[in-house]
Nanobody
Framework: QVQLVESGGGSVQAGGSLRLSCVAS????????MGWFRQAPGKEREGVAT???????RYAEFVKGRFSISQDNAENTLYLQMNSLKPDDTAMYYC?????????????????????WGQGTQVTVSS
């Protein structure tokens, strides 16, 4: 079965950087979309960035220029490089997989279409 295991979260001061990793296993689909989502206490889970199997990336406006999503297909690993972190970035970050990606602006960061999720890794940014 599909498994997604995140790591790399932690505590950092504002302006600092963190790199999240997500090791994926249990699927062999050639076309897919993977993404990072986050959920702060009392807030809904929101899309941060996604990457398609062909390498196409998409970002939420609030992380553009600061975060970078990438994947290592040989290692089945998804990454999120987070720079210039702000206290507002504090949240639980989740890795997710969509094996039936749809195309169009309304789908790319839509959490409802991602069928597989990791357990999350906590990111805390202090001011």
């Amino acid at each position: 079965q599909v498994q997604l295991v995140e790591s790399g979260g932690g505590s950092v001061q504002a302006g600092g950087s963190l790199r999240l990793s997500c090791v994926a296993s249990g699927y062999t689909y050639r076309r897919y979309r993977m993404g990072w989502f986050r959920q702060a206490p009392g807030k809904e889970r929101e899309g941060v960035a996604t990457i398609d199997s062909d390498g196409t990336t998409r970002y939420a406006e609030f992380v553009k220029g600061r975060f970078s999503i990438s994947q290592d297909n040989a290692e089945n690993t998804l990454y999120l490089q987070m720079n210039s972190l702000k206290p507002d970035d504090t949240a639980m970050y989740y890795c997710a997989l969509d094996l039936y990606p749809r195309y169009g602006a309304s789908w790319y960061l839509e959490r409802g279409v991602f069928g597989y999720w990791g357990q999350g890794t906590q990111v805390t940014v202090s001011s």
